[in-house]
């Protein structure tokens, strides 16, 4: 079978599509916007999580300190297990900008006001408080990339993303152990801070949500008028519909196998990150005898591997594909960690534990793109409310559970054949631990499978029949309905006739006697419900015949072809609205047209309201859908054209057809008259 990356990478090829860099991304005004947001919240976030560890371990004293951490622990915890399935459900039905700010601005107030509390338990209150807020934000921000982002950003955006979030932990703690000293030394004048040596770095913690809800707030999530819309169309929401929704998710993600696979795939790197973290202390210090600092040398060896692992993803996503890539790192990483496991000397253990890192953090970042890439606007809150979830208490249950089991087997060691062979219970934890995440491997692997068997891979077999060079000229008109392509292509192609080109203009669906029947058929509202895989084949066999029997042949003679639209209609209208994916719908439609791809789309950008409101009163069966559809397609249009900014002139479709007009003929122009070269079809 052929491989999926380079198909993709020759459609993206032939349409034009904007290459993606990391520069690119981190200047990107909104991305960098978000990222300066999570850079330092996440900051904060580990300074105050360590400032009000510290903080109850003192007011807990010497007898009961141990005890309060861990009330905080299970206090941070409580929330995932009471609301987690709820959470997603906020960060799909709500705006979430509003909801971010909101619980940006909650917990800036919660961790300002904790010196002030009374007792432990105002403490573990806050801090169970604090957590239900992060668990609104966290769903929010991930179902909020791939509308903040380009597509082909969105591995790049989820590795620096996950670097700036995990990353900082060392740095957090850092800035703690500073910010407590200056306390100290403040404490020397003013005795209230030398006291409370923690105070400064709660307040400096609600400084950085602050600082976080500002951002946010000046950030254009692009989701508002498509979930303004679905929300308005739906019930008030209760305690019913909350857990009617939440369940809602779960069918989606349990009918979905390769959503399903991605989870647990995720879930299970998250539990080995947690037996690392429990289980590495006592490795380092017992089996292999290398003192107190055996742990922060391994600890490095794994943050490099990982911050390699998320760096490396965009070009070995070249190699392999995504799917392949997911499972291969995360067996990879199991058996590292078997091998580390076995390892007699710190140098030696370090040195395979950089590898180990590389595979979890390339299993983390390929989980997060292919989850973002395949799971509809719709859903996406709920899914990364669950992958949120899950991985927290896999996590947790990983930080205890590890431990245990090494405490429960104990010392163990052998002699064979003369010699001592340590087999303590910590490697046997690390084995067992290994053999878990194999396990997720072949379960992610089996789930990917069946969804890769049920993917369109038409391209592969396609001949490269790409458009010859020095033929015509192919223009496509796209736009919502309303927006007047029809009105727009005849006075373009009286504007390139008065140029002496000669024109041939055509339609979609339709302009092959084929294709009128299946317009009929596909657009009469008699025809009912229509799967949408069905439909866009319907539209891909009226696109086939056309290509093969009118562009084509007019193309070869070098004429000038208009088309009232083409397989961008089908990306915008099956692939985001129907909810297809893009990438199956592109694939479809290149193996229609063999590779045919037009030189110049002109968008006519209208909202969909007014023009909706244009169209006749006979409504067929597109225009009879709701406005969260006809707003999906204009979305979807939007990014697309951005994407490919050499292909693609967005006209601003209001005013009088000739003001219109005069706009759409600026594009004209950009194609037919290149400055070095006469313009085509030109007899
Ligand atoms: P039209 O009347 O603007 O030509 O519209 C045909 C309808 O078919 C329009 O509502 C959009 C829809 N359509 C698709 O959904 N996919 C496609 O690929 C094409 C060409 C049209």
């Known amino acids: ?18 290459p993606s860099s990391l520069k690119e991304l981190l200047t990107h005004r909104s991305f960098s916007r978000l990222l300066r947001a999570m850079l330092v919240s996440s900051l904060g976030d580990w300074v105050g999580f360590v400032a009000v560890a510290s903080l109850v371990a003192d007011e807990g004293g010497e007898r009961l300190g141990a005890l309060a951490v861990a009330g905080v622990m299970l206090a941070r915890l409580l929330p995932s297990v009471l609301f987690g399935p709820l959470a997603g459900v906020f960060a799909d039905r709500f705006d979430r900008r509003k909801l971010m700010v909101g619980a940006d601005l909650g917990r800036g107030a919660m961790y300002a006001s904790m010196p002030f509390m009374p007792g432990l338990w105002a403490i573990f209150l806050l801090s169970f408080l604090i957590e239900c807020l992060s668990l609104l934000w966290t769903p929010a921000k991930d179902a909020s990339i791939p509308n903040l982002v380009p597509r082909r950003q ?24 500073l910010v407590a000293g200056a306390s100290n030394g403040i404490g020397a004048h003013v005795r209230y801070f030398g006291l409370h040596p923690q105070f400064l770095a709660l307040w400096l913690d609600a400084f950085t949500f602050f600082f976080s809800a500002r951002m946010v707030w000046g950030l254009d999530l692009h989701q508002n008028r498509v979930a303004r819309l679905r929300a308005g169309a739906e019930a008030k929401l209760n305690f019913n519909s909350i857990v009617r929704e939440a369940k809602d998710g779960y069918r989606f993600l349990a009918a979905h196998p390769m959503i399903r696979a991605m989870t647990v795939g995720i879930v299970i790197a998250f539990a080995g990150v947690g037996a690392v973290i429990s289980l590495g202390p006592v490795f380092a210090q017992y089996s292999l005898n290398a003192g107190s600092t055996g742990f922060g040398i391994l600890i ?14 965009n070009s070995l996503a070249r190699l392999l594909e995504k799917e392949k890539l997911f499972v291969v790192a995360m067996l990879g990483t199991a058996g590292c960690a078997v091998v580390v496991a076995a390892m007699p000397t710190l140098g030696l253990a370090a040195l395979f534990t950089v590898p180990m890192g590389v595979g979890t953090g390339l299993t983390w970042v390929t989980g997060y793109t292919m989850l973002q890439e395949n799971v509809t606007d719709e859903y996406r809150g709920r899914t990364f409310a669950t992958l949120t979830i899950s991985a927290r ?9 590890f431990p245990a089991l090494a405490a429960a087997i104990g010392p163990l060691t052998f002699t064979v054949g003369g010699r001592e062979l340590d087999l303590s219970g910590v490697r046997i934890a690390l084995w067992v631990g290994a053999a878990v995440v194999i396990m997720g491997g072949m379960f992610s692997w089996r789930g990917l499978r069946r969804s890769r068997l049920a993917r369109p891979r038409p391209l592969s077999l396609a001949p490269r029949l790409h458009k010859r060079e020095g033929a015509g000229v192919l223009i496509v008109f796209e736009g919502v309905e309303g927006s007047g ?3 727009q292509m005849e006075l373009a192609r009286r504007y390139l006739e008065s140029k002496g080109l000669h024109v041939v203009a055509t339609r979609e669906p339709g302009g092959t006697g084929f294709g ?16 949408p895989r069905a439909e866009a084949l319907v539209f891909a066999a009226a696109r086939a015949q056309l290509v093969a029997t009118v562009i084509r042949p007019a193309l070869d003679e070098g004429k000038v072809v208009l088309c009232d639209r083409f ?9 985001a609205a129907r909810g297809l994916g893009e990438q199956d719908v592109l694939a479809l439609n290149a193996w229609a047209t063999q590779g045919l791809f037009p030189d110049l789309v002109i968008l006519l950008h209208i909202e969909p309201e007014e023009g909706l409101a244009r169209a006749n009163d006979e409504r067929d069966r597109f225009e009879s859908e709701d406005l969260a559809f006809h707003a999906k397609v204009a979305d979807a249009y939007l990014k697309i ?15 009088t057809p000739e003001e219109v007009h005069g706009r759409v003929r600026e594009g004209l122009d950009r194609v037919l008259a290149p400055p070095d070269a006469g313009p085509p079809g030109q007899t």
């Open 393 to 401: 208490m896999a996590l947790f249950a990983a930080l205890v559970a």
């Open 154 to 177: 969105l591995s790049n955006a989820n590795s620096v993303g996950l670097i700036t979030t995990y990353g900082t932990l060392p740095l957090g703690a850092s800035i703690y152990t």
């Open 485 to 487: 392509k029809g009105t």
């Open 300 to 313: 490095t060896a794994f943050g490099i591997g990982m911050g390699t692992g998320m760096g490396l993803m």
């Open 516 to 531: 009128d029947r299946l317009r009929e058929t596909i657009l009469d509202p008699a025809t009912g419900t229509v799967d």
């Open 1 to 18: 079978m052929a491989r999926a990356a380079p198909v993709a990478e020759e459609i993206a090829a032939l349409r034009g599509t904007r």
């Open 641 to 655: 054209a951005d994407e490919h900014p050499n292909r693609f002139h967005v006209v601003d479709a209001r005013g």
């Open 567 to 575: 397989i961008d209609s089908s990306v915008a209208y099956q692939g």
